[in-house]
């Protein structure tokens, strides 16, 4: 008899939709089915049946094809690795449990890593700009219960975030919300005319680059000082009336996202926009959150900031201290400099997401990926370690966007003999410990 | 004053952190004590006598002490970091840190520098004759106190996010700067002689921006006031006088609400 | 099994009433015994002092907020990030240490417990998951319920049963240890941008005032009969002339009895209360109400109290008070954080410089040593820095001396900068109370642990207790002459038994101990009303799902649960 | 009509992309929705070209073959864009301002009709351009 798991959780985006069901086949093994999740989240529990899954570590060989070897073999290799390389790169997290990245800083600790998430190249100048100006925010149940403004600039959550603005932003029902979306006034602020543009009572077109300079204007126009006629191609009289309408709001909101991090002045972009807030808090309630995009790229921050004081690209590197400055143990920046002597790939494809430049400096090193699957950073590997899916084959701690945290599930079981990344990096770390007490390093 | 000459011997293969290569650190010793003096590269730790040769003896003191740096050091970081009395001359390119929470003495920069030099700056006279790297005087991650005093002077270019938070001291760019100057300033002087890309002055609260060349875009919160003859940096020029960022939130002094300046050259 | 004799020692313990007395201390696994093997490790504590191990009262160390605080400041660890030769971890962070360094710290100051003073409901598992990454000191957190909707709501019909009743759900799901209360009323006002500064604003929508949930959440608490009272930080934080406020609140107390099977005897501990007692109309009259205030708190023996002392340090101040962080951010401009949590809670997060040249921080200094210097009874008044509002708790050894050496806090005194205005503003200069090691004991150690409801087992040397003994550097007999001797003698434990086990010594951390997560299960009658309400706001207007909501005990390492049956309640 | 014309790049996430990385990254789903460039009409129209033609686009580190399609999420002319992937950074230019973050939005491209040119693999690419696959 097939069964249904609820309350599941998705491994796939920063939003954490916690009321998915799972439908599993009466061994535990199979999904059969998903409900409530979006396009994206279905796909993803989905593929753990694909065939042809990778379910031992694999090599690469001289001629560039991939032989199985046990985990043993890779756990070993792995370790010396990690020993020898005088600075690693260890990178990736966003996509497993609390507790795996928990065992991971341990061993970034004994071997010198450089322990950096994927915030790196998303929500990064975020972090930046929060360590600079700070960011008035809330959980997203509050924007639910209370928003009556909601602008979403630069961020697509049609696209990135399906259910983002059902359960929380748009269309939802709250306490102080009874109305839903006629309750609610949503701007978008974009280059482009984008599907949740679509959703919006009114999209503000920006010239691609110029939402600093437009984001200053807001400032400056709630200051009733004089604006040029237009800024970033958008009339000074709209921004007055857009202005003048957020600060007789209720409770109003700003989501951001990869338009504001990725684009020219990165993190200047979003503390601009973060002073804005604090701006508007002196006539309303306004808050600001990240559309983190990871689904647990959130939750690194956290215990590398709880262990160590920082929310990403922490250097562990001389092994007594920990640093952080972003544009140096940033991986990007590490990559390019060709800073690191090897590279340890976790949860996450940079050989997909970042720049060829950085990959190809990537892979002259010795690497390890450890990943469910095949993927764009396996194939550019030494060894590829397939592990659990964290959120499907095993449970473990995740943070939402708004930083709360929520306890995955695991609804089947992983294939056989495969172990969790947790298992793994533990059974790396007590490696790592026999190859030092041998005076490895 | 007593000289020490390093000449780098080997360039190391990941970048070596020279925290102990400024006159505070030398003094006192001699030759053969600063080689013993620690380098790091990784969790590597070695010496600088790995690196350098060494030659000459510090002064008793850090303010007796001149240092000359020769050979490939494009590969080093944090030489003269924190320094605070004495010289340095560096005939070579450096790589990030140099010069950073430095408070006094002098320190001379022959070829580039990478990012985060001059950082946090306290005092004491930096030049650099080639060109700088982003976030150059500008204050470490989360600090809202950039760059503080001395004179820090770029005869090139320099990149973006120059003098971020800062709050005094003069920092003079006799090239171009790239995107983000002055962002969040609190104090002090800029003077670019060359063109400033866009987003001069974003957030500005206090201090003052001069600008001999173009700038690429106005920022929206910057209000012309009328124009003035000035000299700066020993040129005589009729400059326009803008009070700005108007959406910044400025201190009041005796019920005058105190504006940042920006200059620019007609 | 482990056996040691702490031999010699001076020992101060006011559970047994001993003040100085050389005393032999034995110790068997990991409780205090009569007596011992003659196998038994001799620890030589001549000419030392011995007490029990410290029980931090109030402390934000773990949880969202601290870790906000934590990651928006790299400024504050970015030259202080080191680790020690042994078995220790990276410790980093000046004003808001690493979860290790948080351990490792409370640890060599003699600290065996510290309370997170403020967990909201829905980050409760992110609280946890600190608690379980800091080394050896026990922890317990208290969930917050002063703007909880369903409290709201509850209390504006009196309902004390129902609000008993989620309360012990809420400990149960969140592994929480009691009652704590944040600006009752005024953060959920914020959630508006407003505050209630008086204990009778009216929270907007809910209809009840202030001085309603206070009373409404004491009733509850002693309904349940809790180990610890309700632990409040009053409304009106922070403000000139808010001692009235004080004063009402602490007077909302009387007459309400203490019920309980722990040794409780108060019913309302005001917490931080330095940043309660002001006088004056604004900042330019600002003077002491810490007398006021303490004349008060020593005729009323339901109440206890702790200081909030202000160490004169560049800190990151962070509260549950939203309202007053926003407001310190419109006055020194720095960095703002603020997290609004659906249905329960907000907190802010703001650096800030105690600068000892400005006469307002100086006199926020003289009111919280003033406070501790007033009170009779040091087991109802606790030294707290309110960590980090107020200061790090790092800076407990120098608040130490400031009240334990007269002479060491007036050149503290009279070598402020505006020197003539904190001594007129303040009474600090007319005292010459010296704490003594006894009185220090109850404040640190067996006050706190009855305060908390753990006096049966913490806090004391008695045979029965639990082996968490500090033995100090201190000899009484020839007590340190300077300021600094004594901060020295109190940063660096000579000894610390943790369960009976050597975790420090001589300020080196020798083994993490066994570490403990205190909660507390509270049995009530089945309420049908209770779960239902639970029920259709998790539906409606929570963002998690019920059974998303738990947090589940293997998230509470070697959890020490104490249970209360209040079913014939 | 050109033989090339210069836009301004952005890559951007899309739930076709989005769903395709969860079916893997060696899915035709993923192919498909990666391997394309969002053009403006006018743009396509000065270019010559109809839509669904392969064309080449060469930032200042790189070159990569992708197919022009219109898009239901508007552009303005002179904008393009193409989904996060390999394909797409395959273009990005590394430089990241110190902040770690590259410059994925907002960059210079030549873009020119390559009508018979082959896509590339997802693997492949990157394989190629890591110099792993031997010729």
């Known amino acids: 008899m097939p069964k249904e798991v609820t309350d599941v959780i998705c491994p796939f985006c920063g939003t954490l939709c916690d009321d998915l069901i799972v439908t599993v086949s009466d061994d535990n093994k199979t999904i059969l089915g ?16 694909l065939p042809g899954r990778v379910k031992r570590p694999r090599m690469r060989q001289a001629d560039g094809t991939y032989k199985e070897i046990t985990y043993d073999e890779a756990i070993d290799w792995t370790a010396n690795m990690l020993v020898k390389s005088r600075k690693t790169l260890m990178y990736g997290w966003a996509s497993t449990s609390c507790q795996a990245m928990s065992v991971g800083h341990d061993i970034a600790e004994k071997v010198g890593g450089i322990v950096d ?51 929380y932003s748009i269309f939802p029902r709250g306490f102080f919300t009874v109305k839903g979306h006629k309750g609610r006034k949503i701007y978008t602020v974009d280059c482009r005319y984008t599907d949740t543009a679509k959703c919006s009572d009114e999209f503000i077109q920006v010239q691609q680059g110029y939402d600093y300079e437009l984001l200053n204007a807001f400032r400056t126009a709630a200051r009733g000082e004089v604006l040029p006629d237009t800024v970033g191609g958008v009339p000074k009289e709209k921004i007055y009336e857009i202005v003048e309408d957020l600060k007789t709001c209720r409770f109003g909101i700003i989501f951001f996202g990869m338009g504001l991090t990725h684009t020219m002045g990165r993190n200047h972009n979003i503390d601009i926009a973060i002073n804005l807030t604090r701006d508007m808090n002196d006539y309303t309630k306004f808050a600001i959150m990240a559309m983190r995009g ?148 | 004053m007593k000289t020490v000459t390093l000449t780098v011997k080997n360039v190391p293969e990941l970048y070596l952190e020279c925290e102990n290569v400024n006159p505070d650190a030398f003094a006192g010793k001699t030759a053969d004590q600063i080689a013993k003096l620690g380098g790091y590269q990784g969790k590597e730790i070695s010496t600088l006598g790995d690196y350098f040769t060494i030659a000459g003896e510090a002064g008793a003191t850090a303010a007796d002490t001149k240092i000359i740096v020769n050979g490939d050091c494009t590969k080093m970081k944090y030489l003269g970091a924190k320094m605070s009395a ?33 950082l946090a700056m306290k005092g004491g006279e930096f030049t650099i004759e080639g060109d700088a790297g982003n976030y150059l005087g500008a204050a470490y991650r989360g600090d809202w106190r950039g760059m503080s005093g001395g004179v820090l002077r770029v005869k090139g270019n320099a990149g973006s996010d120059v003098a971020t938070f800062m709050t005094g001291g003069e920092m003079i760019v006799e090239g171009d700067v790239d995107i983000h100057i002055g962002t969040h300033m609190e104090g002090g002087k800029i003077i670019v002689k060359g063109n400033a890309n866009r987003r001069v002055g974003g957030q500005l609260v206090k201090g003052e921006i001069y600008v001999f060349g173009n700038i690429n875009v106005m920022m929206p919160g910057f209000k012309p006031t009328g124009e003035v003859d000035l000299q700066v940096d020993g040129t005589n020029a009729k400059f326009t006088e803008y009070i700005g960022d108007l959406g910044e939130r400025h201190p009041k002094r005796k019920g005058e609400t105190v504006y940042g300046k920006l200059f620019l050259k007609q | 099994m482990s056996e040691y004799i702490i031999k010699n020692g001076h020992v101060f313990d006011p559970v047994q009433g001993i003040k100085g007395d050389k005393k032999d201390i034995f110790v068997k696994d990991n409780k205090i015994v009569d007596k011992v093997g003659s196998g038994a490790k001799v620890i030589d504590a001549s000419g030392k002092t011995v007490m029990a191990g410290a029980l931090e009262v109030h402390a934000h160390v773990a949880g969202p907020k601290v870790n906000a605080g934590r990651w928006y400041r790299p400024e504050d660890k970015h030259f202080d990030s080191h680790k020690t030769a042994g078995i220790t971890r990276i410790e980093g962070g000046k004003s808001i240490p690493t979860v290790f360094k948080t351990g490792y710290e409370y640890a060599r100051m003699g600290f065996t417990f510290a309370m997170e003073a403020a967990m909201p409901p829905l980050y409760a598992r992110h609280v946890h998951e600190e608690i379980h990454d800091t080394p050896i000191i026990d922890e317990a957190a208290l969930p917050v319920f002063g703007n909880n909707w369903f409290i709201l709501e509850y209390l504006k019909n009196q309902e004390i049963e129902n609000t008993a009743a989620y309360i012990a759900w809420v400990l149960n799901q969140t592994k929480g240890y009691g009652v704590k209360v944040v600006n009752p009323g005024g953060t959920e006002a914020w959630a508006w941008g407003l505050n209630c500064l008086s204990i009778h604003d009216p929270v907007p929508y809910f209809d009840i005032t202030p001085a309603e949930i206070i009373t409404g959440l004491m009733a509850a608490n002693e309904y349940l009969g809790l180990p610890h009272s309700m632990h409040l930080h009053q409304n009106n934080l922070g403000n000139p002339g808010n001692y009235t406020t004080t004063l009402e609140s602490l007077k909302l107390a009387e007459g309400v009895k203490a019920k309980n099977n722990f040794g409780r005897e108060q019913v309302l501990h005001s917490t931080h209360l330095q940043f309660h007692s002001y006088k004056g109309t604004n900042w330019g009259d600002f003077e002491s109400g810490a007398k006021e205030v303490m004349d008060y708190v020593n005729r009323q023996k339901n109440l206890t109290i702790d200081t909030g002392n202000v160490t004169l340090d560049e800190t990151t101040t962070m509260t549950a008070d939203g309202p007053f962080e926003h407001h310190l951010n419109s006055l020194n401009h720095l960095k703002w954080i603020n997290v609004d949590v659906e249905l329960e809670t907000a907190a802010g997060v703001v650096p800030f410089i105690y600068d000892p040249d400005n006469a307002v921080f100086a006199s926020q200094w003289a009111v919280g040593l003033e406070l501790a210097l007033y009170a009779k009874d040091p ?114 434990v000579a000894y610390l038994f943790k369960d009976g086990k050597i975790c420090v010594e001589e300020g080196k951390i020798v083994d993490m101990g066994k570490k403990h997560t205190f909660w507390v299960d509270a049995k009530v009658k089945e309420n049908k009303q209770v779960m239902h309400d639970v029920r259709e706001k998790f539906l409606r207007y929570y963002s998690v799902n019920e059974n998303n909501y738990s947090v589940p005990e293997s998230y509470a390492p070697h959890q020490h649960i104490i249970s209360v049956d209040a079913t014939q309640a | 009509m050109t033989s090339k014309i210069t836009l301004n790049m952005i890559t951007c996430r899309t739930i076709q992309q989005g769903v395709g990385m969860e079916a893997g990254k060696t899915s035709q789903k993923y192919f498909d929705a990666c391997t394309i460039i969002h053009m403006h009409p006018e743009d396509m129209k000065k270019l010559g070209i109809w839509k669904n033609t392969n064309v080449r686009v060469t930032s200042s580190v790189g070159s990569v073959i992708v197919k022009a399609v219109e898009t239901r999420e508007d552009l303005v002319p002179g904008l393009a864009h193409i989904p996060m992937g390999p394909w797409a950074n395959h273009i990005v230019p590394a430089y990241t301002y110190s902040t770690g973050e590259p410059c994925f939005k907002g960059f210079p491209v030549e873009v020119e009709v390559a009508m018979n040119e082959r896509i590339m693999g997802a693997v492949e690419i990157v394989q190629d351009a890591c110099g792993l696959i031997r010729k």
Request: proline share 6%; glycine share 8%.
């Open chain 2, 86 to 118: 004495g010289e340095m001359v560096i005939n070579s390119t450096t790589d990030m840190y140099t010069g950073s929470w430095m408070t006094g003495g002098k320190l001379l920069v022959k070829g580039n520098v990478h990012s985060f030099c001059g």
């Open chain 1, 34 to 49: 998903v409900k409530n999740a979006c396009a994206i989240g279905a796909e993803k529990f989905n593929h753990q049946r």
């Open chain 1, 117 to 167: 998430n994927c915030a790196t190249v998303c929500h990064g100048s975020s972090l930046i700009a929060i360590e600079d100006v700070g960011v008035p925010s809330c959980t997203l149940g509050e924007v639910k219960n209370r928003a009556d403004r909601v602008i979403f600039w630069g961020c697509n959550p049609a696209h990135a975030h399906p259910r983002h603005m059902s359960r």
């Open chain 3, 379 to 492: 087991m109802r008044c606790f030294i707290t820095t309110d960590h980090p509002n107020a200061g790090p708790f790092t800076r407990y050894p120098r608040v130490y001396a400031w009240l334990m050496s007269e002479k060491y806090r007036n050149e503290r005194l009279n070598t402020f900068k505006k020197a003539d205005k904190v001594i007129s503003a303040t009474t600090l200069a007319n005292i010459d109370r010296e704490i003594t090691l006894y009185e220090l004991a109850a404040m640190t150690r067996a006050g706190p642990a009855k305060c908390l409801g753990l006096s049966k087992d913490y806090g004391g040397l008695k045979p029965g207790m639990n082996a968490d003994i500090a033995i100090y550097n201190i000899n009484p007999d020839k007590f340190p002459s300077t300021g600094p001797e004594i901060e020295k003698a109190f940063a660096q």
């Open chain 1, 294 to 441: 990871h689904w647990n790229v959130t939750g690194s921050g956290q215990v590398l900031g709880w262990q160590y004081g920082f929310p990403y690209a922490v250097d562990l590197s001389r092994r007594d201290q920990a640093r952080h400055q972003t544009g140096e143990t940033t991986s990007v920046d590490l990559l390019n400099r060709s800073e690191v002597e090897a590279c340890f790939y976790i949860a996450t494809d940079p050989g997909a997401h970042f720049p060829i430049d950085a990959m190809k400096s990537s892979a002259k090193k010795p690497t390890v990926t450890v990943d469910p699957h095949i993927n764009c950073t396996t194939e550019i590997s030494d060894i590829h370690i397939p592990v659990a899916m964290v959120g499907v084959e095993v449970g473990g701690c995740a943070y939402r966007m708004d930083n709360v945290p929520i306890e995955t599930r695991k609804v089947v079981d992983p294939p056989e003999g495969m172990l969790t990344d947790e298992e793994l990096l533990t059974k790396i770390n007590h490696r790592v410990d026999e190859l030092l007490a041998k005076g490895g390093a």
